[in-house]
């Protein structure tokens, strides 16, 4: 995959947007993305000289297309508090998605976003 500085900027000022509105820590925020919270800070900065991992750009579409199915779904405000409370369906077992991601990165992320797409196809 190749990308210019432009689509790099551009997908890191999206996720960080989402992530306000998710109100993570940076501590979070750099868990979800897979990367250390220096990094993360420095995402944030602007001050990221080096390409992003197919992984984390990965991570930031899986998120921003889980905030995409979030708001058909639940509206706003209610799309921006879901990703940290409690779930009792089946493949949350009472923890957050949020803690799920974390815990279990990108395959748990994909997951997470293919279970919201299934919510949105019935």
């Avoid at 995959?1 to 820590?25: H, S």
């Avoid at 979070?28 to 990367?35: F, I, N, P, T, Y």
């Avoid at 001050?47 to 998120?63: M, N, P, Q, T, V």
Wanted: net charge negative; proline share 3%.
């Amino acid at each position: 995959m190749t990308v210019d500085e432009y689509e790099q900027r551009a997908i890191m000022e999206a996720v960080q947007r989402l992530f306000a509105l998710w109100q993570l820590t940076d501590e979070q925020s750099a868990d979800l993305l897979g990367v250390t919270e220096v990094t993360w800070i420095r995402f944030q900065s602007g001050h990221y000289d080096g390409l992003i991992a197919a992984d984390i750009w990965k991570r930031a579409a899986s998120l921003l297309s889980i905030h995409a199915s979030l708001q058909v779904l639940l509206g706003r405000p209610q799309c921006h508090k879901w990703i940290q409370r409690p779930n009792l369906a089946p493949m949350f077992a009472g923890q957050s998605a949020l803690n799920i991601m974390i815990d279990g990165g990108l395959p748990a992320i994909q997951r997470v976003r293919e279970y919201l797409k299934a919510e949105l196809a019935q």
